[in-house]
T-cell receptor
Framework: AQSVTQLDSHVSVSEGTPVLLRCNYSSSYSPSLFWYVQHPNKGLQLLLKYTSAATLVKGINGFEAEFKKSETSFHLTKPSAHMSDAAEYFCVRTYLAAGGTSYGKLTFGQGTILTVHP | DAMVIQNPRYQVTQFGKPVTLSCSQTLNHNVMYWYQQKSSQAPKLLFHYYDKDFNNEADTPDNFQSRRPNTSFCFLDIRSPGLGDTAMYLC???????????????FGPGTRLTVL
């Protein structure tokens, strides 16, 4: 099965401390991987995307993620949390048919709610 | 700025009363998607259009229909909304899936639908 597992449903950090949101994927083929952020009552905003180029991907708002094929992981990090980072984060992968062709479909993780304390 | 726009942002309807949600895009993308997102859940794909080709997900209820009159617009019609259809509805667009890996989906702000 082509799945995405976000290992924590909730993460709580203090402002100014590092953020780590964990994501593992399963697949026979290397997928494209994304992190999206969703603030309350808003749509999904793309943070960053991995598509088999550099394994360390830098995104917006100081976030970055590292693709580790050996661990099938794509964890999202930020050195210093800001209050405005409080939101829900989704790790997402492309759905790949046999042969590695994507039909544009996405597989979502269940989401991680990030809380940032003053 | 190129973007995905959804109207209305909030919609309240009565049980069984048809409702139409609208999505427009200035990105000139070939593919448009509709997702349903219930509270505390990940978005669930309902269907998508690749140009004029309609692709329905196997588990999308017949109550949900879609129209795409041109490249820029796509509509979600719920013929007889039930209480269980209360959710956020998200529209997204992308260029055609570029073989291996696909392409990025860009989401609109969503329409929050409440069925009373």
């Amino acid at each position: 099965a082509q799945s995405v597992t976000q290992l924590d449903s909730h993460v709580s950090v203090s402002e100014g401390t590092p953020v780590l949101l964990r994501c593992n994927y399963s697949s026979s083929y290397s997928p494209s991987l994304f992190w999206y952020v969703q603030h309350p009552n808003k749509g999904l905003q793309l943070l960053l995307k991995y598509t088999s180029a550099a394994t360390l991907v830098k995104g917006i708002n100081g976030f970055e993620a590292e693709f580790k094929k050996s661990e099938t992981s794509f964890h999202l990090t930020k050195p210093s949390a800001h209050m405005s980072d409080a939101a829900e984060y989704f790790c997402v992968r492309t759905y790949l048919a046999a042969g590695g062709t994507s039909y544009g479909k996405l597989t979502f993780g269940q989401g991680t709610i990030l809380t940032v304390h003053p | 700025d190129a973007m995905v726009i959804q109207n209305p942002r909030y919609q309240v309807t009565q049980f069984g009363k048809p409702v139409t949600l609208s999505c427009s895009q200035t990105l000139n993308h070939n593919v448009m998607y509709w997702y349903q997102q219930k509270s505390s859940q990940a978005p669930k794909l309902l269907f998508h259009y690749y140009d004029k080709d309609f692709n329905n997900e196997a588990d999308t209820p017949d109550n949900f229909q879609s129209r795409r009159p041109n490249t820029s617009f796509c509509f979600l019609d719920i013929r007889s909304p039930g209480l269980g259809d209360t959710a956020m509805y998200l529209c997204a667009t992308s260029r055609p899936p570029a073989g291996r890996g696909g392409d990025t989906q860009y989401f609109g702000p969503g329409t929050r639908l409440t069925v009373l």
